[in-house]
């Protein structure tokens, strides 16, 4: 926390960062600055910045790790070895077990086979991510540059994922203006946000804290001159009116000099797939979102549109940052849920156990949507509740609910029985098993959920308080029925499948994002082509340029009510987003009481 100000560059002419001019270069109002302090106060108050016990343990940890740097929540770490020290048998042979006889580690979790091979532990109690990158230099030396392209020699690809998480932060730090202040308190507002909203997760399919960092610093780049209010409103704002899967990119692609390959959907199949591509900054770029699915997308930009709301309320002093942060009732979004339950003999093997079953439930979610042509889906529940009645043994929820949108056609019917046999059957074909290792996947409705899954395991007889979706509802509920006969343009949404939660939206609400002008096709990229035909680089055809009296229109005039100027609305609207309709508008169509058996059987575990 501090002061706040403007940015730290020239104050003449603003330095571009990104690919794009920033949109505004308005700082903040006395308004701002009241919104930013109480925000920071909030932050403070929920324990994100560390108290003087928490630093000095982490400082101890640090200090045994050679003067390693960066508070968090964890620690992640990035061992680096020559040529001759290989990943199998030195890192996770030799170096795990170095670690296993070292009684300061705990919960030593080697996993070798993630998409980035890390081992996980405990020292004194702090977290760590230990990743390891194989160099193709004889001897290391101690003022080794890994942000140089020539790092990447001959490295194969765990090496070059292993490295690309410091030579992403590195890029990060070099293109994001106020990084100290602004940049940062913005990034733990919306982490926190994400957590407490259920769309904190990048194993489940929703964003890790690479997604996360790489969205807060586009915003920082378009708004550069700032304070964390207004970014975090500018963030809502700005990704409501995205049209996936067009590319959040901090900075051009550089095809390099290595041949690695970079993302390019033009030339990748596999790249064209990807439903919400967040580009990392460092050679070679690669999409850091390839987990998301179309549920999980969906779930996103809900939360968005629901952020976006609040915060515009905000600023008619309606709601707080304590409703910003309500934590999301997952519980009673649905009436259908899957549970999965898996088990071990021991607290290791639990440990290692639901570390792989984590890691293929984004698969199981996928399976379904497949299975059911998308029909059917998919709500997971990023983390897992323990059952504190059974020792060694913990379960995974899933919401379900008919695909929005689509009317129910009769007793249709969803046996997604195939699907989870064919889940299971992949969960245990994990090297590591052993007897014990069980997992159970059963149906249950939303009165059937298991107590413990709630704070003091007691369950709830009913929602503890009026929530920002409830009052809304109430709200346009109202309103619908006030204006009913005034407009045909009125959508009526039943949201999270409650028939009671049913809303009429006005002809505005509606169009806020699906009218915007300029969320137009994107247009053809402007770019040098070799005598091959393929180009040299993907350049900044992602996004339009806005005139600079777009860009800054009113908004730099101090004192005036913190409303979104329309110069800026202008120039937010802009932005190329892509051609894909946006998912955030949709007629829903009620969801049935129950899906009809059979759902899902149950069946005995193997």
Not at 62 to 69: I, K, T
Not at 297 to 312: D, H, S
Not at 536 to 551: A, F, P, Q, V
Request: net charge negative.
């Amino acid at each position: 926390m501090g002061s706040h100000g403007f940015s730290n560059h020239n104050n003449g002419q603003q330095q571009r960062l990104g690919i794009t001019e920033p949109i505004s270069l308005g700082g903040p109002t006395e308004y701002d600055v009241i919104k930013t302090r109480e925000l920071e106060k909030h932050l403070q108050d929920a324990g994100l910045y560390e108290n003087q016990d928490e630093a000095v343990s982490r400082e101890e940890v640090l200090g045994r790790l050679d003067q390693v740097h960066g508070p968090g929540a964890d620690i992640d770490i990035l061992c680096v070895g020559p040529r001759y020290a290989s990943r199998d048998e030195d890192f996770f042979g030799e170096l795990h077990k170095m670690l296993s006889e070292m009684t300061e580690v705990t919960e030593l979790h080697p996993v070798p086979d993630a998409h980035v091979p890390v081992m996980r532990l405990k020292l004194n109690g702090v977290s760590i991510d230990l990743l390891y990158a194989k160099l193709s230099l004889w001897v290391i030396p101690e003022n080794l540059d890994i942000s140089q392209e020539s790092i990447l020699q001959n490295a194969d690809e765990q090496t070059v994922r292993s490295l690309n998480g410091c030579r992403v932060t590195d890029q990060v730090l070099r293109l994001v203006p106020n990084i100290q202040e602004n940049f940062r308190t913005t990034l733990k507002c919306m982490k926190f946000w994400a957590k407490h909203r259920g769309v904190y997760s990048n194993v489940t399919g929703f964003l890790g804290g690479i997604n996360w960092a790489l969205l807060v610093a586009l915003i920082c780049q378009l708004f550069p001159n700032a304070v964390p209010n207004m970014l975090v409103s500018r963030f809502f704002r700005v990704y409501t009116k995205w049209r996936w899967p067009n590319p959040v990119m901090l900075c051009g692609i550089e095809e390099g000099s290595l041949g690695l390959q970079v993302w390019d959907p033009r030339r990748h199949p596999k790249d064209r797939s990807h439903l919400m591509p967040i580009i990392t900054p460092a050679y070679p770029c690669m999409n850091s979102s390839y987990n998301v699915s179309s549920s999980t997308l969906r779930i996103i930009m809900k939360e968005f549109q629901r952020g976006n709301e609040i915060c515009e309320a905000m600023e008619a002093n309606k709601a707080d940052w304590d409703t910003l942060f309500e934590p999301h009732p997952f519980f009673e979004a649905y009436k259908n849920y899957l549970q999965i339950d898996i088990s071990a003999e021991n607290a290791d093997d639990l440990r290692k156990w639901k570390g792989w079953v984590e890691s293929r439930l984004r698969h199981l979610t996928l399976k379904i949507e497949r299975h059911t042509y998308d029909m059917l889906q998919c709500h997971p529940h990023p983390g897992d509740f323990p059952d504190k009645s059974r020792p060694y043994h913990c379960s995974y929820f899933m919401g379900l609910q008919r695909k929005q949108g689509v009317p129910l056609s009769g007793a249709q019917k969803f046996d997604i029985r195939p699907t989870v046999e064919e889940f299971k059957h992949s969960v245990n074909m994990y090297t590591l098993w052993k007897p014990g290792m069980d997992v159970h996947v059963s149906h249950v409705k939303r009165d059937s959920i298991p107590s413990f899954v709630f704070p003091g395991a007691v369950r709830p007889s009913h929602p503890s308080k009026v929530t920002w979706h409830s009052k809304r509802s109430s709200e346009l509920s109202t309103f619908g029925h006030a204006h009913a006969e005034e407009s045909e343009e009125g959508k009526v949404f039943v949201l999270g499948g409650n028939g009671d939660r049913k809303r009429k939206v006005g002809e505005d609400s509606v169009d806020t994002l699906r009218s915007s002008k300029s969320l137009a096709s994107l247009s053809p990229c402007s770019r040098e082509v070799d005598e091959d035909g393929n180009p040299d680089s993907i350049g900044s055809c992602w996004y339009e340029k806005c005139d600079d009296s777009e860009m800054n229109g009113s908004g730099e005039e101090q004192g005036e009510k913190p409303d979104l100027e329309d110069g800026e609305k202008v120039a937010i609207e802009k932005i190329k987003c892509g051609p894909c309709d946006s998912l955030a508008q949709h007629v829903f169509s009620e969801e049935p009481d129950e899906l009809t058996p059979p759902l899902l059987t149950e069946m005995p575990p193997p």
